[in-house]
């Protein structure tokens, strides 16, 4: 629990010194939560920035090189975006790889970025978009025997499912939103260069304590609560799929059948835009037509045109989530709600 309120980098008072404990203190709480026997965390503003850094620390470890990094084509569009201004700016050599067709990495097209020489390889743990789950042990090994580093985008996963595969990787990424947490959290759990340190303190300033504490909390919370809550949101997310199915013809679910996140459902309807959908459920049912982060950009998913989807599928898109904080009684009035949303063809399609 949070007690002192000094800053963590004042050391010449009581008050700091006690908030430095308490980042401390928080950090082993994180690496204990998951598993990890990392020895650094870097608490930063949110999962983005923290994705950023680690991009910065490769290309501080290359020194006058110009290092390779190598990511799937489904990444969270922070890092593609930071990837791609890096590339621009000449700073690194990117290679973008291709997944199949639920979403997941394809483990001959890492394997040849890596005796190309790639210096860092990104992956997600679990795709924010679809919900497919990464198998990361068999990549884990190729980027071992490789020599080169691996960082695991866990945003999505921590918290939910078992983090043993994910941790080994040299540099992994957490957000507080998704652990039900601090929406303004973020943590970076690896070793860093020197001067990457340096950066993260010149750019995000002093390290918010009560954030890292609370991201921390949840994180245990959900080390002991994830089994309990996510058999709960299979069974939910797998009886409002079926109704989905059965009341709306034609409809296509996205990523991977049977290695996908439980509270995931990824649909798309052949009969309506699925902005028209999203927009029929407004006010009603919280839905969206791809990740958050990509809300309000014009354009198919990237994720989606990654995995080969045809052009109906991508239009006819629509995303649900499923929370810990849903009941069986919700999803059953939600379904109906969707299902409606999805059927009815007012709407002229771009694509039939």
């Keep these: 629990m949070l007690t002192a309120p ?36 870097t608490f930063t503003p949110g999962a983005s920035p923290a994705l950023w850094l680690a991009i910065e620390d490769t290309i501080a470890r ?49 394997e040849r970025a890596l005796n190309d020489g790639a210096d860092l390889l990104c992956t997600m743990a679990v795709n924010n978009e679809v919900g497919t789950v990464t198998d990361l042990e068999p990549i884990g090994e190729l980027v071992s025997r490789s020599g080169a580093r691996h960082l695991v985008d866990a945003s999505q996963a921590a918290g939910r499912i078992d983090m043993k595969h994910v941790v080994a990787a040299d540099l992994v990424v957490a957000s507080g ?27 995000f300033g002093s390290p918010d304590v009560p954030a890292a504490v609370a991201l921390a909390f949840a994180a245990q919370l959900r080390a002991e609560e994830s089994g309990e809550d996510e058999a709960r949101l299979l069974l939910m997310r797998d009886a409002l799929q079926a109704h989905l199915l059965d009341a709306v013809e034609g409809l296509r679910i996205n990523g991977s059948p049977d290695q996908r996140l439980a509270g995931s459902l990824h649909v798309s309807t052949p009969h309506v835009p699925g902005d028209v959908a999203v927009s029929r459920l407004w006010g009603r049912v919280a839905v969206s037509t ?59 399609r771009r694509y039939a």
């Design 6 to 41: 000094g800053n963590a980098h004042s050391s010449e008072h009581a008050a700091g010194v006690q908030a430095a404990r308490e980042l401390d203190d928080a950090a082993q709480a994180l690496l204990d939560a998951f598993g990890s026997n990392a020895a650094d965390v």
């Design 62 to 110: 290359a020194g006058k090189r110009v290092p390779r990094i190598a990511a799937t084509a489904v990444e969270h569009p922070a890092l593609l975006s930071a990837l791609r201004r890096a590339e621009r700016d000449g700073r690194v050599h990117l290679t973008v790889l291709p997944v199949d067709g639920v979403g997941a990495p394809q483990v001959e097209a890492i």
């Design 177 to 203: 939103a998704k652990l039900y947490g601090p929406r303004r959290a973020g943590a970076l759990i690896g070793s860093l260069a020197s001067s990457a340190t340096v950066l993260a303190h010149d750019v």
């Design 290 to 348: 791809g990740a958050a982060c990509q809300s309000g950009v014009p354009g198919p998913s990237h994720v989606l045109t990654a995995m080969g989807l045809p052009d109906w599928a991508k239009e006819g898109a629509v995303r649900i989530g499923l929370s810990k904080m849903n009941t069986e009684q919700e999803v059953q009035e939600a379904g109906a709600l969707i299902a409606t949303a999805l059927s009815s063809a007012e709407s002229v």
